[in-house]
């Protein structure tokens, strides 16, 4: 059933994108990419070589203007998992609708939480097997969230995500997600993004997270430092005496012309790092190549995992 639905929403959507002009009040833009790596993936001393998909997607979004104040805007998309043994390979992403004027920005549906929105782009090898939700909590989806974020003020903007226990992922407790934002998190209006965010009760765990990147020429820096204590488990019960364990994260990128070499190390206290280094090879603007290699290292175990691989990339 699942795949039917979605064979049917490519086809409305590709349809209904060709049908723009009949449409001009309401366009609808058809996006997504295939990011697809060959691997070499080095885990519990077990070697396997995958051909495996990283978060490639699909998805239609739009806007429509109720007045000249007020826009309904809209985003449904879903994860394609080209890597799958089974021909169901859909995956629900962000899909939500909401509204937006000159009081911010005001959504429901299944969203990012602000906390996790809050990263930016600090993450270098986001989507691939250094990803930093390896061994950082917060890296959320919740599929029941109402969200706003306030309009920009002189560059800071603050949002906040409310996630409903009746949502599966919230262990019947209801959750709250809270960031503050300062500049661009592309690094293209600004030399400089900065976040502070909070979780409260989000899929059981309070977390509090700071992140800031900048930009100089063709250098990219970037930091986070995270706390997280676990709150719930997943029946329900609260957690007496967890303790708060912290983290960190250093990033780096540097462009020369077509390239980009990049950098990053993660640490969790009582749980592991991780280390990892790539590049990129731009072959047109929607079009790369890349290689990465990571490897991880758990508190209390002999043998580090590893992951190499080379991968394409294409958006539209």
Known sequence: MMNVFCKTLLASAVATATMSSAYAADPLTVYGKLNVTAQSNDVNDESTTTIQSNASRFGVK????????????????????????????????NQFVGLRGNFGAFSVGRNDTMLKASQ?????????????????????????????????FGGFKVGVTY?????????????????????DAKLKKSPI???????????????????????????????????????????????????????????AAYQIEAIVLKAQYQD????????????????GKPTKLFAFYTNRSFENVENDDSYFGIGLEHKF
């Open 120 to 152: 930016g782009k600090v993450d270098q090898f986001n989507d691939l097997s250094g990803d930093l939700k390896n061994l950082f909590k917060g890296e959320n989806r919740i599929e029941q969230t109402a969200t706003y974020i306030t309009p920009s």
């Open 268 to 283: 969790m206290e009582d749980k592991g790092d991780s280390w990892s280094l790539g590049g990129d090879y731009k072959l």
């Open 62 to 93: 739009g806007a429509f203007e109720l007045s000249n104040s007020l826009e309904a805007f809209y985003t449904v998309e879903y994860e394609v998992d080209t890597g799958d043994s089974s021909k169901d390979n859909f995956e629900a992403r």
């Open 163 to 183: 996630a409903a226990e009746g949502a599966s992922s919230q262990y019947t407790q209801d959750g709250f997600s809270v960031a503050a934002m300062y500049g």
């Open 193 to 251: 993004y900065a976040s502070v965010a909070y979780d409260s009760d989000v899929k059981g765990y309070e977390v509090a997270r700071a992140t800031v990147q900048g930009k100089i020429a063709g250098l990219k820096l970037g930091a986070m430092y995270q706390q997280q204590e676990e709150t719930y488990s997943k029946d329900g019960t609260a957690i007496v005496g967890s303790e708060s364990k912290t983290g960190y994260l250093l990033s």
